[in-house]
């Protein structure tokens, strides 16, 4: 190392800088970094068969859909819910009947004869004396009573009896009062599990298993007992539904029939409420349906092979053009601020660079005194080559978000198909719970028989307070005027009611559908109007999945399982079109590229048929689990990421390299033109820092000469310690001969010893000159 190089490496070190996240090249080597982890997540994760494919080995034989196993779980959901509504509904027959005084009739057989009138889905009464474990009194089917022998029942108690070969009873049990405390009555009703024929080529099957695994009840297809697999998921769910927990299990594809197939198994624990003891009933449904093969593509690595090549062009590209030529002016700066002036700067072709390593020669050639080199004229910008690295990292995620992230995905034919039995399911739920409000009129209406409005009051507000379909219950006049009202107030404006019994929309406008259940009161003029709970109902369809609504005949919207007006059109042309199918009893099922759409009429025959009814379901594909919606998520994400890296590499390089670069730049050109006066602050610790630093000291050689080039030792003392500014002494001269006297001279002031305190600001100046004179300035 000669002398000119160790008088540049001394000067170097007295002048720090910082390490990360400071310094020119930090910016590059972090936004390049972060690219590289974008580009593999772009490619490992923007996969059909996503990024753990590599290491599976049976991602090719294919899966369920989760779709498919995701609408398994909410239809078993809903049919435990529908069951536990099933057990309960005789105790809540019992609640209203004990409201109505028919209970305190002293006859057995005329309190059991007026029960089975009225509630005619009953199969069997009995007045039970549990203490001499007697039946007293009976009607209709035998009432297995011994199911009750050894329980304690203190109030309302519900249990489940097995049947081999049909539908399991449900024993409702009431404890007597008055001249009967003592004795139950049992009411033994079937316990409704599932309507209409399970999907024989799905081999469906819906089993209710007891809470220790015994299946009381099966419906649909067999399952082989050597069937081990699936004999193990039913025994696996039925345990976990046991534990009050929800869920899906999936099995194994097998081949069969020239297919291949997996078992899905669905559980649910059915849980009723407001009555005594448990059930301890669960719902298990069996399914096998056909795997789908999920063709392994890796769409992403295109996307990531060209963000990889913007990442490394972009990284070299900076690095030459804005890092590279920082670091050699710096370099140039500290030999010609350590005092080696006889080698020239080295002139850049970058703009902002150029600006400071002209005037850095300019500044050599003036100390030197010499003729400065000949300028290079710049052709490039700094903040244009940050800028154009930007715009194609920004280029690269615009592309992206517009090809992978808006592609759709492929419906199969079995999501669309579960699709559509889901609609119906919903469809029959919403009916079933329409026409048990009718019957539950009705059978109020027949206990009121001869009675006054004023005497059902105890019916009406048990009525109200146990059936939460009702919003609202009231006895009206033959005008229809309100006489005795339970619940909420009433809707229905005032106005005579049709004849018969039935259900009824009111209104096609205004703020709340308006939906009523009527029956005239036996050997009256009056009628009993049950007003439905519209939201409730609305709750009813969730299961179908996606955004439900139950349009009428002038499809306008009645309910919906989302946020809406009430009697809102539908405006959407394919929603429409499947309403239409729908109305005429036709096949609505339909996909978009959008979304898969269902539609089912609420009722052909019945009561409800009357209301003209369409429930129609929309589910978005973005919303389900198939392999496309992976891979356009994973696209949207790649792509903002990349667009918040760009942006933030332009904003980095910007606000740290090139306008501190520029303003060094512009002090550099000011003091080789001869302008020396204001002092050069460095802002930052880094490779620009450096050259401000380097800029100062040569402004202060050309002010005071070239030997404050190099490195000078620095004073003794603190940098805080207090400036003292002493006065020069001048020796008194001898005395001249006296001659003749002269007046006395003026007494000299005394010269202060101490300056006035400094500002902060002057303060900060002065440590900063000093630091400058310790450095070797």
């Known amino acids: 190392m000669n002398q000119h190089e160790i008088r540049t490496a001394r000067l170097r070190a007295q002048i720090p800088e910082a390490g990360f996240p400071r310094g020119a090249g930090v910016a590059s080597a972090t936004t390049f970094a972060l690219l590289l982890l974008i580009a593999a997540f772009t490619a490992l994760y923007l996969s059909t068969a996503g990024p753990l494919s590599l290491i599976r080995a049976n991602d090719g034989a294919g899966r369920v859909p989760d779709e498919v196993t995701a609408g398994q779980q909410r239809g078993t959901a809903g049919l435990a819910q529908s069951v536990a509504t099933s057990a309960t509904s005789a105790a809540g027959d019992l609640r209203v009947a004990s409201g109505s005084g028919v209970l305190d009739t002293e006859d057995d057989t005329a309190l059991l004869t007026r029960l089975s009138e009225t509630y005619e889905d009953w199969r069997g009464i009995a007045v039970y004396e549990p203490a001499a474990q007697k039946v007293l009194a009976t009607r209709g089917e035998p009432v297995p009573v011994e199911t ?9 108690t519900v249990r489940p009896v097995a049947r081999p070969g049909d539908t399991p009873l449900v024993l409702t049990a009431l404890p007597l009062t008055g001249a009967r405390t003592g004795k139950l009555l049992v009411v033994s009703a079937a316990l409704r599990t599932t309507t209409g024929d399970l999907d024989k080529d799905t081999q469906q099957q819906v089993r209710l298993v007891t809470a220790d695994g015994a299946v009381l009840y099966t419906h649909g297809s067999d399952v082989a007992a050597t069937d081990t697999p699936a004999q193990e998921l039913l025994t696996r769910a039925a345990t976990a539904a046991a534990a009050g927990q929800t869920g899906v299990l999936t099995g194994a594809a097998v081949a069969e029939k020239g297919s291949r197939r997996a078992s899905v198994v669905s559980y649910a624990p059915v849980s009723p409420a407001g009555i005594g003891g448990s059930l301890g009933l669960s719902v298990v449904a069996f399914s096998r349906f056909p795997v789908e093969a999920v063709p392994v ?213 205004g703020r709340v559908p308006i939906v009523y259940a009527f029956t005239p009161l036996p050997e009256s003029k009056n009628v009993l109007v049950g007003e439905y709970d519209v939201p409730r109902m609305a709750e009813l369809l969730g299961s179908a999945g996606g955004r439900v609504r139950v349009v009428d005949e002038g499809k306008r919207t009645i309910a919906d399982t989302e946020g809406y ?17 729908a109305q005429t009893g036709k096949d609505a099922r339909e996909t978009t590229p959008s979304s898969m759409v269902a539609a089912q009429r609420l009722a052909e025959k019945g009561s409800a ?69 204001a002092v050069v602050y460095p802002q930052r610790q880094d490779e620009i820092g450096t050259i401000a630093s380097c800029v100062e000291i040569c402004r202060q050689a050309l002010t005071d000469g070239r030997n404050r080039l190099g490195e000078v030792r620095r004073p003794a003392g603190a940098a805080t310690d207090e400036t003292e500014l002493l006065q020069k002494i001048v ?23 101490r300056l006035p305190a400094r500002t902060p600001e002057e303060q900060a100046k002065s440590d900063y000159l000093n630091w400058l004179d310790g450095a070797g300035v």
């Not at 619940?487 to 404006?493: C, H, M, P």
């Not at 009697?567 to 309403?579: E, G, M, Q």
């Not at 020796?731 to 010893?753: G, K, L």
């Open 148 to 156: 009750l022998r050894g329980v304690a029942v203190a109030n309302l």
């Open 297 to 509: 593509r890796w769409p992403g690595l295109i996307p990531a092979a060209a963000l990889l090549a913007l990442a490394v062009g972009g990284f070299v590209l900076l690095r030459r053009t804005v890092v590279a030529p920082i670091r050699r002016a710096r370099s140039d700066a500290l030999a010609v601020a350590a005092g080696v002036l006889g080698k020239p700067v080295r002139q850049s072709r970058i703009r902002e660079v150029n600006r400071v390593t002209a005037a850095l020669e300019r500044s050599r050639s003036k100390l030197r005194r010499r003729k400065a080199a000949p300028q290079v004229r710049p052709f490039l910008s700094a903040q244009l080559v940050v800028a154009a690295v930007a715009v194609a990292l920004l280029g690269w995620s615009g592309a992206v978000a517009a090809t992978l992230g808006r592609q759709h995905a492929a419906v199969s034919p079995t999501l669309l198909s579960e699709h559509g039995v889901h609609v119906t399911r919903s469809a029959d739920t919403l009916r079933r719970s329409l026409a048990e409000g009718l019957t539950d009129l009705q059978s109020v209406a027949r206990l009121g028989k001869g009675k006054e409005p004023e005497q059902l009051r105890g019916m009406l507000d048990r009525l109200a307070g146990t059936e939460s379909r009702f919003r609202s219950v009231y006895v009206t006049d033959a005008e229809g005027a309100v006489r005795l009202l339970a619940g909420r107030e009433s809707l229905r404006e005032p106005g005579k009611l049709p004849d018969g019994a039935g259900l009824r929309q009111h209104n096609t406008s």
């Open 565 to 581: 007006l009430a009697f809102s059109p539908l405006s959407d042309a394919t929603l429409i079109k499947n309403v239409d199918a």
């Open 609 to 677: 048929a009357t209301l003209k009814w369409v429930v129609v379901a929309e589910q978005p594909i973005g919303s389900l689990g198939v392999a496309d919606n992976t891979v356009r998520s994973g696209a949207r994400v790649a792509a903002l990421l990349t667009a918040v890296v760009a942006l933030m590499l332009f904003a980095w390089h910007l606000l740290v390299v090139v306008r501190p670069l520029r303003r060094v730049g512009d002090e550099a050109r000011r003091i080789a033109g001869g302008d020396t006066g």
């Open 731 to 753: 020796d008194d001269p001898e005395p001249a001969p006296e001659t003749e006297p002269q007046p006395p001279s003026p007494a000299r002031p005394p010269a202060p010893s």
